[in-house]
């Protein structure tokens, strides 16, 4: 995504000889997606999380825009208020779609696509979801978290418990770490291993 903020370097007043001139810097060039125009509305309601107003000012906007440049990007954005509001199937079928047509944010897609089909039920098209963010991936402690919370949807305690397992080796002092311990300690003791549930819950309890 475009940054709304730029900096600028200005040169020294006492520049080293040989030094490279500071190149000339026009701000507009990097304005942020929707600062004004048609979509401004919707934008600015994004930012107030007036989430049903953002998800009909962005359908609106793609509608009627659907050849834009920043089309994708609005599509993106009406997707994630669809999300926040709760209107899940839509949320859903734009995030799977975008993963094709916007490419370059592929693994937000997925794993936002995720959450929606899970919040909606659909536990296998969410684990399908999270299971093609790569490990190498920003969102991977994200996906592998949401792999877990699948698993667990699905009632499948033993593969559910090895994804909680896999968030806290990946990322033991991540934000979710406590929730996944938690989890990991249901799972396995629903899978019949009270003992190693104990540990998982002596842990949480400790830290």
Do not use: C, I
């Not at 440049?69 to 009406?78: G, S």
């Amino acid at each position: 995504m475009r940054l709304g903020l730029a900096l600028v370097l200005l040169p020294a007043t006492a520049a080293l000889a040989g030094e490279p001139r500071a190149v000339a810097f026009d701000p507009t060039t990097e304005a942020p997606y929707f600062a004004d125009g048609p979509a401004a509305a919707a934008a600015a309601d994004l930012r107030l999380e007036d989430w049903n107003g953002a998800a009909t000012g962005f359908a609106a906007y793609v509608k009627a825009h659907a050849h834009a440049k920043d089309a994708k990007q609005a599509m993106f954005l009406l997707a994630y208020a669809e999300l926040k509001a709760g209107k899940l199937n839509d949320a859903a079928t734009h995030f799977d779609g975008l993963v094709k047509t916007y490419p370059l944010l592929a693994d937000y897609e997925r794993v936002y696509a995720a959450r929606a089909h899970l919040a909606a039920g659909r536990a296998t098209q969410a684990l399908d979801r999270v299971k093609k963010v790569p490990p190498e991936s920003a969102l991977d402690g994200e996906a592998r978290f949401l792999r877990g919370e699948a698993e667990r949807a699905a009632a499948h305690l033993p593969q559910a418990a090895a994804a909680y397992r896999s968030y806290l080796e990946g990322y033991p002092t991540g934000w979710r770490a406590p929730e996944a311990r938690f989890h990991l300690a249901e799972a396995l003791d629903g899978s019949g291993d009270p003992a190693a549930a104990r540990v998982e819950w002596r842990k949480l309890y400790l830290e």
